[in-house]
């Protein structure tokens, strides 16, 4: 795969742009991205070996993930000296869109910014409190994560640049198209004959534009409409990514057309709320299905890595943006001056409060809030948590009650838009009104956490 084309499937991953690109509006959001890219310029930084390597915007989570700790530590440094350095420029910009959204919710006589965001889809701010107050309740398990990874890499101190690093050395296995698309198949058996017989017909209508091509974009979506198939977009590159990757656009595929079965178009899109849900649930029983069989300790480290890191960016971390969120818009409706420094001072708290006494906090990360485009979009990222949530409650019924939970997930996908997201969700058996299901979730983050130790344990002895 070439170079810009692994970076560029990278960072879609992790803004997760195969949802994005399914709302219009987010071409705004796309565009102050872009151009933040283009204005951006960081000094180049020495690897390891003392060589010279380039840092932009698009390289970023790249060069974090690297096992190259010295090119972690000065990308990172060099990184943030940008973002110092327009750390005025960012605030007016991000001050004045929460201004703007709390303008705009007193004039329409919301309660709140966030009631405004939240009134579209019926949902009510207890959920968005709830989610808040159950993570933290299960934070010293975030603890112990930041505790096991220090242990794997053997650092004195585990600093900001060292959370992205891969604590397994990453796995030269890969797979045929064919072999992926027979894993799918595998993972998604619990849904019975008829969704799988659909995945069949999915593949033999050839639904998938497979491979990188020249001209082609990166990342992966799924899109169509009322009356045709759903397609995919993706990259197949053969690795275990790659097949999971279509296993996660599978799910939207397949809500999609369960949708288009059952409802009129007016009701054929389903909610933002909603959106990831089935494509988490995919993920999900593919990871299991792999878990299940996987003894070797490294490759199945491997795995349970990629669970707990799911789990790390996606509910904990959207998380913490939304208690961002949420308090720099309860300042600005206090009058309160929403200013780099105050800004700052709340994320290094945040910070601090997520990932607990074993990290070092360095000054560059306490400006980070400035990079994360999704905050220019109000009260939206704790979805991404309460739809993995809900994504993991749902797998784990899925498997261990089987038929009548398979029964009510199908009903849930065939609902589309003709019932609210929270009243849909209640009906697939998870009611996010209540504390259940983000807690039953972090319960199975802390087995999986369970499971490393003892996997690491086992690698150890042997
Ligand atoms: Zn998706």
């Known amino acids: 795969m070439p170079e810009a084309l692994k970076e560029r499937s990278q960072i879609e991953e992790q803004y997760k742009w195969d949802l994005t690109r399914m709302y219009a509006d987010d071409a705004a959001w796309e565009k102050a991205l872009g151009d933040v890219d283009a204005d951006m310029v960081f000094d180049s930084v020495k690897d390891g070996k003392g060589e010279d390597v380039e840092v932009t915007g698009s390289n970023y989570i790249l060069l974090q993930s690297s096992d190259d700790r010295t090119l972690r530590e000065n990308s990172f440094r060099s990184f943030y000296k940008g973002y110092r350095q327009h750390i005025n420029t960012f605030g007016a910009t991000y001050s004045a869109n929460v201004k703007a959204a709390v303008v705009e919710a007193k004039a329409r006589h919301y309660e709140s910014s966030r009631a405004m965001s939240m009134a579209g889809e019926n949902i009510p701010a207890s959920v968005y409190d709830n989610l808040v107050e159950t993570?933290?309740?299960?934070?010293p398990a975030m603890y112990r994560y930041v505790a096991l990874r220090k242990k794997i890499?053997?650092?004195?101190?585990?600093?900001?640049?060292?959370?992205?690093?891969?604590?397994?050395?990453?796995?030269?296995?890969?797979?045929?198209?064919?072999?992926?698309?027979?894993?799918?198949?595998?993972?998604?058996?619990?849904?019975?004959?008829?969704?799988?017989?659909?995945?069949?017909?999915?593949?033999a209508d050839r639904w998938i534009d497979v491979f990188p091509n020249r001209g082609k974009s990166g990342g992966a979506y799924s899109s169509g409409t009322y009356d045709s198939d759903p397609y995919?977009?993706?990259?197949?590159?053969?690795?275990?990514?790659?097949?999971?990757?279509?296993?996660?656009?599978?799910?939207?595929?397949?809500h999609s057309w369960y949708t288009r079965q059952h409802q009129p178009a007016q009701y054929s899109n389903y909610t933002l709320f909603v959106a990831e849900v089935a494509s988490t649930v995919n993920e999900n029983l593919m990871i299991e299905q792999l878990l299940k069989k996987e003894q070797e300790p490294q490759a199945r480290l491997r795995l349970l890595n990629q669970y707990l890191e799911n789990f790390k960016g996606t509910v904990y971390r959207q998380t913490m943006f939304a208690e961002f969120e949420r308090e720099a818009h309860a300042m600005a409706e206090r009058g309160e001056a929403l200013n780099p420094a105050a800004l700052n001072a709340l994320y290094r708290r945040l910070i601090v409060d997520y990932f607990g006494p074993e990290l070092v906090v360095d000054d560059e990360v306490q400006y980070e809030w400035a990079r994360i485009p999704h905050f220019y979009r109000?009260?939206?990222?704790?979805?991404?948590?309460?739809?993995?949530?809900?994504?993991?409650?749902?797998?784990?019924?899925?498997?261990?009650?089987?038929?009548?939970?398979?029964?009510?997930?199908?009903?849930?996908?065939?609902?589309?838009?003709?019932?609210?997201?929270?009243?849909?969700?209640?009906?697939?058996?998870?009611?996010?009104?209540?504390?259940a299901p983000v807690d039953a979730a972090l319960c199975k983050f802390e087995r999986i956490l369970d499971d490393a130790e003892a996997t690491l344990a086992r690698m150890q002895n042997a």
């Open 135 to 139: 993570v933290r309740k299960h934070l």
């Open 153 to 203: 890499l053997g650092v004195d101190e585990l600093h900001y640049y060292d959370v992205y690093a891969p604590l397994v050395s990453e796995s030269s296995a890969t797979y045929t198209y064919p072999q992926a698309q027979q894993m799918v198949l595998d993972a998604v058996a619990p849904l019975g004959e008829e969704y799988v017989n659909q995945v069949k017909k999915a593949y």
């Open 232 to 254: 995919i977009m993706t990259n197949f590159t053969g690795t275990l990514d790659s097949v999971s990757t279509i296993a996660h656009e599978m799910g939207h595929s397949m």
């Open 378 to 435: 109000p009260f939206y990222v704790y979805k991404y948590a309460t739809g993995y949530s809900t994504a993991v409650a749902l797998s784990e019924a899925i498997l261990s009650e089987g038929e009548p939970a398979v029964k009510r997930y199908l009903e849930f996908l065939s609902m589309g838009g003709s019932v609210y997201p929270l009243d849909e969700l209640r009906h697939a058996g998870v009611d996010l009104t209540t504390p």
